[in-house]
């Protein structure tokens, strides 16, 4: 089993750690992946290493995808190869979990349209007119696709996570 | 002549100041419009005091809006007062100037489909998402719009608003 | 189940959060303690809310003890009710994990005497002086006693102090 | 027409960008002159590249000076080449606006004797006894120099600077 | 012996507090004086609570004065109070210890004129238009008078005032 | 006469400044001694620069040793040379001064046991646990040893030492 995990500049600290750390607590090989390989700095000063850069990667490696929130996801929603990975894990139906700002970059790859979702209320709106279903709950389970409000939600994103990922 | 500035905690410093000062040079009675009254601060650590709070401002006294960004937006855009009042400009088509995130504004007032407008690289594909017609531009004019992305735009941003508001 | 969490302001971010959601996501009623009820403020700067003061707290009605590090347990060990309630677990061998700094608590509670167990580096000569028998591992478990060295250990703390609790 | 802005380590940022703007917003060409090229900090974290270090400068190029607060007058006016630029503007009776702490290189270019001026409050005495006529207004004007007080009077000093640019 | 130790909100910390201290040590009566009772903020965080405020001191009951640098002195000299017993001081002959920016209070005072004295090279000019003898030294002695111009040079400025002061 | 002052990144900023002037006001030739020689960062943001890194130094060449306190001890006591210098010192009966968590780098050298001595109150229970005779004074001398508890207590720990040092 191997997961990327997705972070950039500014990231939401708990919302990259948490995951990263309880898909290590499972065994699971989970990849930090960023604009650039090298020290990325989250929004309350923690460092992380990227493993890997988003052109680095190929999706059909990996088993699942999560994508950290804070400032990182305006940052990583320009990347081209960011994008293209969120549309595989999408279309190929494997599992997304997306916290905070991280459905940033769902709007970007256009994978919205129909999906019940949630996530930052700042940018509600943004993903009501690129046609997700909003809810306003702790975490949002569609299929596929996990997503949740902000750090406060972690313990309810890494449970509908890991049941996602553990079948 | 009667102007409304928008911005709330977190706004970016410059975007704000900049057109308030600038408005005041020209002798034009520009108020600063909040969640609330009081002190507002942003998020270089300027603060400004709010005369009005959204749901005080009757719109028909005032002859333009302009919407400064930061982190301000991710808050305004969830007031529907805030809301109306965009709504309210857009409709009557009196100037509109906003910049960086303050693009979010028009987004959840739903008033962009079809215009050309730029803001904030970040939050680019939610315009494109949201209609409008994106520009990669220091200042996008259409009508009575007026767009910029980021404080490096202020010199333009002024002078097409100004250039509006004097007619 | 019923698990409290130790943190005084200055703890360490990750320390807190991670076990706190980790009992969370698996339904465990997890509650926050510290020397008073209300914010207290993590040395990144994030906030929790305190359910409990330390005075309040009947230990008999708890089934596991985690204690986050940072610069809190230097506050908390010297909180009286705080080291009974660490005596009790230790004493009625129900699970007690402490991460980084958070070994100075049993340091205070003379409750390290002879257990295998870890820390932060720069207060490893002190749980040495108190006769425990220390080891430089990502976790320790000694019986009911898990210890860690820093945040990122964090993994395999919650896979230890989650193997101990559901047994 | 061309005019120098003058702005070191720590200077106050509203000061040195809102004349800056302003000056770009008529389509005048302004240059920012430090006391070596690349980049200046502001007080509050803003970033701006010097076009040119003091030394470099040949002020008969130049139209008008406008010279920034904050902590860089402190600096600048230890700077000889700095000081002599501020003399040629005063002997030739160009356009001089001075904001905050910037009067302090008119106190040490020795050209403030007789003026009327206005400053940070905090310097003023050093003002009245470079002999200055000192006046508690939010801009005041002597024939080609212009000095305000604080950021709060940037609409008033930005008005008279390009009045007298403009004549 | 009593001895005055003048500091307002953003003295530098190792400025106020290596005199204090020291006198202490010597077993003196050092009290801190400010704007106004209470807790005092130095720039670097350090915080000291002011015994008195300017207006509530006798002169005649204190044997010498110390004024600490920072961003306190251009505060403090604007208080009428602070500098009535600067001039008091001044007059009667006893020790004055000013540090980096303390001596703006001796300029407001107008007590420098002929007076050998240093200070913090960023108000040099203003010492010496206001009449004094400045010396780029570590520590610089006139009679009853002791300036230094930083934090650096306390080991001298300690030396030279406690020489004064215990004759 | 030759006295050490030991200090690490993160020392707390007037227990290391305090001492380095005071014995410099007495001509007294004082080294500051790091892990590595070059700038040291204070917790408050000053910087020292380390004249010597433990490994380079000959303790039979000096005369005195005083430890700074704040985050730097931990990082202090993990180093085999400062501790042998500590050890040679109490070994010889030089004068030795720990202020805060100075001590720890005592706990570590194995030095205080039956030895009266004081410390920042949130390590008290590892001086205790070590064997100090633990006082909560503002200073306490044991014949060679001089300890304090926190910056408010500098004159105290001053008048010590100097008093040892000059016999």
């Known amino acids: 089993m191997k997961v990327l995990v997705f972070g950039a500049d500014g990231f939401e600290d708990l919302e990259l750690f948490y995951p990263l750390h309880r898909l ?3 065994g699971i090989d989970a990849r930090v992946v960023s604009v650039s390989r090298g020290t990325v700095e989250g929004k309350h000063g923690y460092h992380v290493e ?11 490696e990996y088993d699942a995808l999560v994508i950290s929130g804070g400032k990182g996801p305006e940052i990583m929603r320009l990347n081209e190869y960011a994008l293209d990975i969120v549309k595989h894990f999408m279309t190929e139906e494997k599992p997304v ?5 991280g459905p ?10 129909g999906r019940k979702a949630t996530c930052w209320p700042g940018i509600r709106d943004d ?3 690129a046609g997700a279903d909003y809810r306003d709950n702790e975490v949002v389970v569609d299929d596929n696709l996990v997503t949740s409000r902000h750090p406060g939600d972690l313990f309810a994103f890494g449970r509908e996570l890991l049941g996602l990922i553990k079948g």
């Not at 990227?50 to 059909?60: K, N």
């Not at 979990?97 to 700002?101: E, L």
């Not at 940033?104 to 349209?113: F, G, M, N, P, T």
């Open 97 to 101: 979990a997306a916290i905070c700002h």
């Open 50 to 60: 990227a493993d890997l850069s988003f052109d680095e990667v190929d999706p059909d």
């Open 24 to 26: 290590k607590e499972e």
């Open 127 to 129: 993903l009501i007119v």
């Open 104 to 113: 940033q970059l769902l709007i970007s790859a256009r994978v919205l349209d």
